[in-house]
């Protein structure tokens, strides 16, 4: 299988700091793989040394078959990035950087620059001090998008854009997809990684911590569920996929897998639902509930 | 600035140790429209102090002027850009806070440096009462203008546009001004000058009758425009401001391709307004070199430009001079250029275009491609406004040639600066600012090395003390071509480092 991004062994230091500790990291041609994490675990950085803005102090890294610190010009013609925090130059419009951003690279599509601007509403003649903080992000992410590259490296894409705009950017990469282009996409966002990616991996402290499809890595998508019932609930506590079930009254509390969902709701509603709410799971609860323990321990 | 001011008093004792010498300086200022639009007439040619300080009276308070709009703007629109106002304003704090903090400090260092400027005066042996009356006419003009920086604080929605609008306004002021004194009559300036806070400074005549009682103007108007500034901050929302942003074009025009073209759509707005400036002062100096010989009617004060300028041509020595002090002014224009690369970096727009297939060396030659450029350029400029204003005054053509060349010669010198500003970018990037200290330290040397008789070897430490003193020094090129290869080396030295170093934010 042709690999667009493999890492091995990165380690990066600022000063005193360790930011990664021995980073594994492998995407493969044509998937959309989510790089999940909470702050500070280090997915900036290592999106900064695939771009070859960063030099790793130890491991090897080879993206799209070149060495990004060496071959960092020719491989930024095949990719595009979207940084977590978008800067932009405060006296040209939103319609210039994008302009701008597309030449550097090496070309946009006219096309879908202007399909782009229409799906993500956003006004190209404001100068960009005047833009809010999502519509600065709307501004780098169609320049990447509009662009015809292999590679799209994406840090936090949606994390300034309201429901509407993200439902917009998810369509879309979902067709980048089928045209067969590579997605690292960086989140701490479990629920669109779980929309968009093929393939997860999960770090934590500079480490790949998981990685796999999340067919395999199942166990991180529980739905956190409360319901008062109309009886007092009993006999689930043997159930397959109900973790952390706790009951007071006839109010139930509980985390269950997404493939134990069907059943326990049945079950529910056999006893009679008077109120119910789910909350799919941010990774922030995962790794205060999985890998904590591992640090007590 | 309090240094300066202690200097050119103790330098000016002893050049004017005669009252005679004095009156006869006094006359020929007073008699050249060009100088009085300068420096502004003497009042009483008898008192050294007037007569000394003649040259700060104007230009020391346009300076403070400069830095209390400067300082205004910082810590309200810039702060307000950078999203700290936010942080700030989200927790329990009055939304005219800010503004009233920012002005506190600029009014207290208004204060602080008027204080000890006086201080300083009398020390320098000039009488109490006029120390005083100086040095507060010093901070009156400078809250006046930090008044007004902080209404165009609250009108612009960015900090540059707020600076521009402060800064046109101290121009215009001291344009009034300028007008005031040359349109009066010896004792009494136009209406002009009283409307201007840079007139109200000089009426207030320090040294030559202390009218502290004009000090009322300047603190009047702080007191009505802080108002105004205050009302309209407390109308706005936080980051806009009461001008509307114009909209601007939906695509990015051909020029807009390159980094190149970049960085020159970035610059040329200031960058023309500095031409403009150069070409005034060009134009200035051009004029006053073919009357400095009425002007200098002492051998002491001949002595001294001489000294100066290098030569013992009188005029071709004020030339000299003039022109070292523009090349100054020019290395600060290539620094502002130059530091532009490490403001880029710390706020994430260098990475950007990293990120795209963008060499480093191509985008940080962009930016010292303008940086050396518009050096070269201002250089041409003031060189060439300079020699066609001597022409027309002494209606000799062949000199234009050797003004040009007078101001050009400075380059290498000035292109060392630029180089040592890109080298501490690559080694240094988080010291790159204290190039300003190296700016200054250099242009302190060259000030009062000549003043104060400092040893070679010190004022040899300064780039611009081996450039030849043109017209009327030989022309010597060994030394220019040592510093072509030293700027060389340290661009060189910079874009190598850079190109190894990561990109860092902190």
Redesign the interface.
Known sequence: MNMAIIATGLVKNFGSARALDGLDLAVAAGEVHGFLGPNGAGKSTTLRILLGLLKADSGAVTVLGGNPWTDAVELHRRMAYVPGDVALWPSLTGGEVIDLLGRLRGGLNPTRRKDLLDRFDLDPTKKTRAYSKGNRQKVALIAALASDVELLLLDEPTAGLDPLMESSFREYIREERVQGRTVLLSSHILAEAEALSDRVSIIRNGRIVETGSLAQMRHVTRTSLTATLRGVPDGLTGLPGLHNLAVDGTTLTCEVDAVALDGLLSRLASIGVVSLSCQPPTLEDLFLRHYASTTTS | MVGMTAATSSAGRDLFTTVTSRIDAAAAINGSPSFVAMLGRIYDPTSLGNTSLIKLTTFGAATLGVVASMLVVRHTRREE?NGRLELLGAAVVGRQAALAAALIVTLGTMLVIGALTSLALVATGLPTGGAWAFGMAWAATGMTFAAIAAVAAQLT??A?SANAIALGSLGLFYALRAIGDTVGTADEPAIWSWLSPIGWGQQVRAFAGDRVGVLGYPIGATVVILAVAFVLASRRDLGAGLLP?????????PS????LG?AW??QRGPFLGWVVGYLMLGFLTGNLAASVGSFASTDQLRDLIRRLGGTQVLTDAFVAYMFGFTACLTAAYSITVALRLRAEEE???A?????????RRTWLASHVTIAVGGATVLSLVAGLSAGIANAMRTGVGSDVAGAVAASVVYLPAIWVITGLAVALFGYLPRASSSAWGVLVAIFLLDELGALLGLPVWARDLSPFAHIPRLPGNAMTWTPLVILTALALGLLAAGVLRFR?R??TTA
């Open positions: 850009e929605m960015s540059r942003d114009r909209a601007g074009a939906p695509m990015a025009p807009l391709t390159t980094p970049l759509r970035l706020s994430g727009l990475e950007q275009m990293l990120a795209t297939s963008v060499h190894r990561d990109l």
